[in-house]
Structure formats: structure tokens, C-alpha cells
């Protein structure tokens, strides 16, 4: 899952493969590593570290799930 968003957020091949090199197969495992780790191992800046973290989180986050009860509805008593 997270090689694919990376993929899609246009990460070269080449930091996906140290992404897989350093053990980071997960958002999870991806989360639990310090920003500057992640940063150093992808061969980033950690303010651009910071920026893929976030469209990576955004891209994953669940879709919203609310339900919307319309004012034409009216409940019988």
C-alpha cells in the first residue's frame, strides 16, 4: 500500500527502494521512525520529508463517513 502512494505522489524509484531498504513497507512503520530518520534514509530535507509524510497521511486518511439527515425528513411519534 504505501509503495503505491508513493507512486503517486511521483517518488522516484529510486528513494521507493530505500523506503524498502531501511524496512519501511508500512504507513505504521513509516510513522513510528523519527522525521529526521526518514528524511536521511530517503535522501530528503526534512521540511520535504514533512511535506510527502503529509500527502502520504491525507491520501490514506479514511474517507469521512458522516451522514447527512435531510430537513425534509420528519420522524412519526
Not at 513509516?30 to 526534512?46: G, K, N, T
Not at 520529508?49 to 469521512?64: G, M, N, V
Amino acid at each position: 500500500m504505501l509503495q503505491r502512494v508513493l507512486s503517486r505522489e511521483n517518488v522516484d524509484e529510486r528513494r521507493r527502494a530505500f523506503f524498502r531498504a531501511s524496512g519501511i513497507t508500512t504507513y505504521r512503520q513509516l510513522l513510528q521512525r523519527p522525521l529526521w530518520d526518514v528524511a536521511h534514509v530517503v535522501d530528503l530535507s526534512v521540511c520535504e520529508t514533512e511535506e510527502l509524510l503529509t500527502k502520504i497521511s491525507i491520501r490514506l486518511a479514511p474517507a469521512s463517513r458522516s451522514v447527512v439527515i435531510s430537513p425534509a425528513v420528519t420522524f412519526m411519534q
